[in-house]
């Protein structure tokens, strides 16, 4: 992705994988070692392991029932904020008080953390309809790290004024950084209603009252979580609809499916379990901690954190690892953890599960937010860094090479 400015005008540059897939074979079957990973390939390996069972398993309890929330979520969320806004509208109108717009206000918050909770465990599930137009229904749901807060306050006065550039506005035409929960975090939490641009600002807004501003920002975030509301609906469609992706992962192997075998389906969702080293460890922890480049050079800086507004980056970092976790286990059924035992590699299993154990405990047991705890406690970070590289290393290696699964392209030849 290209260079973006953060809300402090700092710069961020993240790569996301792009998932590069082979087949496999179906069950008791050989299968042949990652390709290109390490020196010399693994010999084929012969497992009677059912994985039909681990698919249908997957997709129909772990992740068809994590999309449903988020569902579920934003439509709450929608209702939430429009209620929010109603209350907005009325204390401009002086029919409310303070004190009686609070309740709403902290609602409209509540349902937008709600929603990123299960958000975040799905962005541990991408694949199918989440990757498919360079990922555009993903990106219309959350873009980062992909943020541009100046153009929020453009398209906050571009809505309110109804149209841009002389055609009707269409939140729908509109660039991902430019809505999604990224920018509905920026309206809900962030309390300066100044804009965020480094120059300028848009139309009229420096002529607004605080009140106008304030109504301006709710009603169009409004239509913001309305807009999440319906790409969310989509992606349940597109998901598990007739003959959606879920469907297309457990008949893998059959005529009907677009998956040749099933080891190759399996590879699908391992590759978006490669979400949890290239984005939670490198973007959301290294990248804040200095050991990248970042706004501040290559120290701490807690500018450069996900959640800079409502300040929920740890609660986005243990939802991603409750997702792996998820899928590694299979929670109540089949998980990787299960096919790694019955390939005799029972260490990598053991070793997995108990690390991402551990990285869950450790980042639940902070009681400050990430940017505090980067300036309080930098070493903390570091190990939770540390932490979260134990469960990465060993996907990378031991769990690609035993199971015979391709990595993602873009992790090929990564060994940090």
Known sequence: MADVKTHSGSVISIAVASALLTSGCGESSSYTAGEGYGTGGNAPVTTSFNEQALLTHLTDNVITPVF????????????????????????????????????????????????????????????????????????????????????????????????????????????????????????????????????????????????????????????????????????????????????????????????????????????????????????????????FANSCGAQACPEDVESGYAQRSFAHILNNLIGFQALLTGSDGPGFTDFLIDVGDTDTAETMRDDITTAIENVRAYETTLAEALVQDPDAVTQTHADVKSVTDNLKADFINSLALELPATSAGDND
Not at 97 to 107: N, Q, W
Not at 267 to 276: E, K, T
Request: aromatic share 10%.
């Open 68 to 291: 449903q929330q988020f569902n579920a979520d934003a439509l709450q969320q929608a209702q939430e904020v429009s209620a929010y806004c109603e209350s907005e509208v009325a204390l401009a109108n002086f029919d409310i008080t303070d004190a009686e717009l609070t309740p709403f206000k902290s609602a409209a918050r509540l349902s937008w953390e709600n929603a990123m909770e299960s958000w975040q465990q799905a962005e541990m599930m991408q694949m199918g309809p989440l990757l498919d137009n360079d990922g555009l229904l993903k990106n219309n749901i959350y873009s980062w790290p992909v943020v541009n807060y100046c153009a929020v306050d453009y398209d906050v006065e571009f809505f309110r004024e109804g149209e841009v550039n002389g055609a009707p506005y269409d939140i729908t035409l509109r660039t991902p950084s430019r809505k999604g929960m990224v920018a509905l975090e920026y309206l809900l939490f962030n309390e300066d209603l100044d804009v965020s641009c480094e120059s300028g600002s848009p139309g009229n807004w420096h002529n607004l009252s605080n009140s106008e501003r304030r109504v301006a920002r709710c009603e169009f975030a409004v239509e913001v979580a309305n807009d999440i509301a319906t790409s969310s609906e989509t992606l349940l469609s597109l998901w598990a609809g007739d003959n959606g992706y879920a469907a297309q992962l457990k008949s893998a192997g059959s005529a009907s499916s677009m998956f040749a075998s099933e080891h190759e389906a399996v590879n699908r969702i391992s590759d978006a379990m490669f979400y949890l080293d290239s984005m939670t460890k490198d973007g959301k922890l290294a990248t804040p901690l200095g050991l």
